[in-house]
């Protein structure tokens, strides 16, 4: 027998009795047991608004936000660390300025409308977000050529 049939068959038995199944896991930090998650140090947070910043994507399901920071350089994809970025709420108001370490930036915001600005390169790229509904990924490319020096013979 199959373990998905016998999976099957427990649960149909326990509704049966009556009993209720346990609730499914609803985000990533649903799987970490209790006694870990106790340890964990607690996600950085500046004013409203929470955020991990680096090189960890695994959490950003629990995000409605997801920044990711990309240049490429002659056909070569390349992860960016210490991209300063800033985010404006409607009101132009900062509610986040910082530098993001790695290449993805997540972060828990009030619901609204904002403005995301990514600094690389002597270049400012901003973005418009909104907050409240779908998770928003963002994605930050930056496409640079180097020019090729010709042979000096």
Known sequence: MRKTSFLATTAAALAAAGVQAAIP?????????PAYRAALPPDPQQGEVTYIAGGNKRASQDFPLELVFRQTVNGKVKDLTHVPLKITDASNKVVFQGESPGPYFIARL??????VT???????????VTIGGDRDRVMFAWKRETPRVPNAT
């Open 25 to 33: 896991p609803q985000s990533a930090s649903d799987l970490v047991p």
């Open 118 to 128: 990514a600094h690389w390169d002597d270049w400012d790229f901003s973005k418009n």
């Open 110 to 115: 009030p619901a609204g409308r904002y403005t």
